[in-house]
């Protein structure tokens, strides 16, 4: 047995060290099934501007509501469907959904917002991606420049050549391109230079432990200065406190989207989100909470 389940093994624990294995392989095999049962969904966590803490954007997080584990996390599957190919489907699924989904947010908040969504390294490098992409915004009627698309470091680094034909036919779209976990991959400040990127994401691993650590103050003092000098936005992930926060905004850290402003959330609890917040921009300003 062990013999014939060594591959599975191996793919699970090359990933992420999480679980026993023998429960991955059964989450893999009830991948497919629940693919078709419709068990994925996505949570919308809000991006928030740092300063008036309006929501300018979501970013789509998956979930597979699994009929007997529960909320299986991301961190699960994930890297099961990249292996095993299903995460083209799933990530075609989850674009178009996010745009539709986009769309009805930007129906009941009366104003335009953005939509940013993960795509994985073989999604990235999919032949077909650039019509999954097309087909998401011609199905949702949204434009383009709606749209963010998050991918890591590494993705771009595999086959950079690649990445920057694709990344022109998404600027060409007005697709923004967002650097996800910025700063924990392995690349060169270089590609800074050389894509077409719009946003970075500071990984949470440097905003945790703020105020107290300098180290980490540093380095985001850098990310800040060099994305404003390149004419870069920044959010940064992971923002659980006001202490943070306000360390993040008097640096001038624009957007930032954690626990502290908004948990991923289903969809109908963003929509009231987005109600909440359009019925508190209407309060005469004596009258908002916080000032
Ligand atoms: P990510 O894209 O870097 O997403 C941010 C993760 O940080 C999310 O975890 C989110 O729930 C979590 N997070 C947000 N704010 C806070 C906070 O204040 N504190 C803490 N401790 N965590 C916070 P999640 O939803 O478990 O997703 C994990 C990863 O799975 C994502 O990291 C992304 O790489 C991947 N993922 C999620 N959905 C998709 C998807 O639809 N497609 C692809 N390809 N990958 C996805
Ligand atoms: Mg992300
Ligand atoms: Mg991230
Ligand atoms: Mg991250």
């Known amino acids: 047995r062990a013999k014939e389940t060594g591959k599975a093994r191996c793919i699970v624990y090359s990933a992420r060290q999480s679980g026993p294995p023998e429960h991955d392989i059964s989450l893999e095999a009830a991948m497919f099934g629940a693919v078709r049962e419709g068990e994925f969904l996505l949570y919308y966590q809000p991006i928030v501007d740092t300063r008036t803490r309006q929501i ?21 599957f994930i890297p099961i469907a990249e292996t095993n190919g299903l995460i083209n489907l799933l990530g075609a699924w989850a674009l178009k959904a996010a745009c539709v989904q986009l769309k ?37 009627g949204l434009g383009g420049d709606q749209l963010v698309l998050e991918i890591t470091e590494g993705t771009l680094m595999v086959d950079p050549v690649h990445a920057e034909a694709i990344l022109t036919r998404m600027a060409e779209r007005r697709a923004r391109i967002a650097i996800d976990d910025f700063g924990t991959g392995y690349s060169s400040l270089a590609y800074l230079k050389r894509f077409p990127i719009s946003v970075l994401k500071v990984d949470r691993a440097f ?85």
């Open 207 to 291: 905003i945790k432990d703020l105020p107290d650590a300098p180290k980490d103050g540093a380095i985001c003092n850098a990310v800040l200065d060099l994305a404003k000098h390149l004419g870069l936005s920044v959010v940064a992930e992971g923002v659980e406190t006001e202490d943070q926060l306000r360390y993040l905004d008097e640096r001038g850290c624009q957007y930032v989207q954690g626990y502290l402003t908004g948990k991923p959330m289903p969809a109908h609890v963003a929509m009231a989100a987005l109600t909440e917040d359009m019925y508190t921009a209407l309060l005469p300003t004596d009258l908002r909470a916080g000032t």
């Open 56 to 76: 300018q954007g979501f970013e789509t997080l998956m979930r597979w509501k699994h009929p007997t584990l529960g909320m299986v996390p991301p961190v699960r």
């Open 104 to 140: 009805q947010f930007q129906e009941a908040a009366k104003r335009q917002l953005y939509i940013s969504v993960n795509i994985s390294p073989r999604q990235f490098r999919n032949d077909k991606f650039l019509d999954v992409l097309d087909d998401a915004l011609a199905f949702s």
